[in-house]
């Protein structure tokens, strides 16, 4: 069974400060792991996607996140909080040959000025 | 880049009404979905289709069906619209083609559905 927890339903960074969105996945084949975006009143837009290539991902606008087995984890960064990274953030896992993803709950990310 | 397109962006309805919610993606994609998102839950799955003609039911299918009559459009229908399927609707669509890559979902911009 798969599914994923995101730690923080809120988070709020002054502009410029380090961005950490945590996500934790169970999953009991290697799964594929997914940070999706949404600015209000839109839709989802990928942000990266993991490929067991290699564990650290990098994706759009600056964000990565690292993948760590042993922990279970796929948290997502950024060095630099900008106002505009102000949006939820989802973090979905899915399983090898599957189409389906599940999703975390969402962290809503606010940066303060 | 892909497009999915959802018919209305904001949609008000009344208990008891049957409501159609349609998405149409440009991309030639086998696969579609229907999800709704609401505060603290995240998002979760009502149906998907595979291909033309198929459906499948996700985690929260009741109250709900779905049409797939052509490859680009897939459509979300509430048989008899209640209070609690007031929600944001999302329609997402991704290729067949890389079943076994780590091939992402797109979306649409959604549809808010208000019942009263």
């Known amino acids: 069974a798969q599914s994923v927890t995101q730690l923080g339903s809120h988070v709020s960074v002054s502009e410029g400060a380090l961005v950490l969105l945590r996500c934790n996945y169970s999953?009991?084949?290697?799964?594929?792991l997914f940070w999706y975006v949404q600015y209000p009143n839109q839709g989802l837009q990928l942000l990266l996607k993991?490929?067991?290539?290699?564990?650290l991902v990098k994706g759009i606008n600056g964000f990565e996140a690292e993948f760590k087995k042993s922990e279970t984890s796929f948290h997502l960064t950024k060095p630099s909080a900008h106002m505009s990274d102000a949006a939820e953030y989802f973090c979905a896992v899915s399983e090898t040959g599957a189409n389906n993803l599940f999703f975390g709950t969402g962290t809503r990310l606010t940066v303060i000025p | 880049d892909v497009k999915v397109t959802q018919s209305s962006r904001y949609l008000v309805k009344r208990t008891g009404e049957k409501v159609f919610l349609e998405c149409v993606q440009d991309?030639?994609?086998?696969?579609m979905f229907w999800y709704r998102q609401d505060p603290g839950l995240g998002l979760r799955l009502i149906y998907f289709s595979y291909d033309v003609k198929m459906k499948e039911k996700g985690d929260i299918p009741e109250g709900y069906s779905v049409s797939r009559e052509k490859k680009e459009r897939f459509s979300l229908i509430l048989e008899s619209a209640s209070t609690n399927q007031t929600s944001m609707y999302l329609c997402?669509?991704?290729?067949?083609?890389?079943?076994?890559?780590?091939?992402?979902?797109?979306f649409g911009d959604g549809t808010r559905l208000s019942i009263l």
């Open positions: 999953s009991s084949v290697p799964p594929y």
């Open positions: 997402a669509s991704s290729s067949y083609r890389e079943l076994y890559s780590n091939q992402p979902q797109h």
């Open positions: 993991y490929t067991s290539a290699a564990t």
């Open positions: 991309m030639d994609h086998e696969n």
